[in-house]
């Protein structure tokens, strides 16, 4: 059987959850669409994260790679384009402040995603999910690790699906930080099983 890496965040800034570990959790260790699910949590660390998604991938020797990330403030769930070679953004958990550095100093400026991010966005829709590709993963963690994932790829010249999905905040975090788009913590799995239902098609 096949396997999939699925990886989510520990919470990060003032978010004292993050929906992202939930999915992983319920996912960890289903079979959907042919893909066994392993599921790792990362750091919100610019020192460490980019090792431990690299790390997992070289345990787990996974045939597909899925990264899911909170992006409080968007009502869909977003498939990213691209990743970008920058680090950038608000103190992370262990107060690394980084200010517009290049990820891999001579890597390139961006990695698309090999996700089939058209597919994923028409599936979902067709089940009523809102969903859009996205085509800024921003510069914080989640695009720090959607970069060093397909950077190491590219560079071992491996072929595989891999990339990142945003998703918005569940409704348990919505009443913690008010005044945000919120989804059922259900729905918000339902979702990402649906895309991994949508890999290789
Ligand atoms: N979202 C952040 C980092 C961790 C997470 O879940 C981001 O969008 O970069």
Known sequence: MKKLLITGFEPFLHFKTNPT????????????????????????????SGKQ?????????????ISLGLAAGR????????????NDGEQD?????????????????????????????NRLKEENYPAAISNSAGAYLCNHVMYQILFMLKQNELKMPAG????????????????????????????IRICIETLDT
């Open 75 to 86: 009502s869909a769930i977003t498939p990213e384009r691209i990743a970008i070679n920058c």
């Open 164 to 191: 990142f999905i945003h998703i918005p905040a569940s409704h348990e975090l919505a009443v913690q930080i008010g005044k945000a788009p919120s989804w059922s913590q259900d729905d918000l799995t339902q979702a």
């Open 53 to 65: 998604i690299l790390d997992c991938w070289n345990e787990i020797q996974p045939d597909a790679v």
């Open 93 to 121: 958990n262990s107060g690394n402040l980084p200010s517009g550095e290049k990820i891999i100093e001579d890597g390139p400026d961006g990695l698309f995603s090999t996700l089939p991010i058209r597919s994923m966005v």
């Open 21 to 48: 570990m939930k999915i992983v959790e319920e996912l960890n260790g289903k079979e959907i669409n042919g893909y066994h699910i392993h599921g790792r949590i990362l750091e919100v660390d610019f020192s460490k």
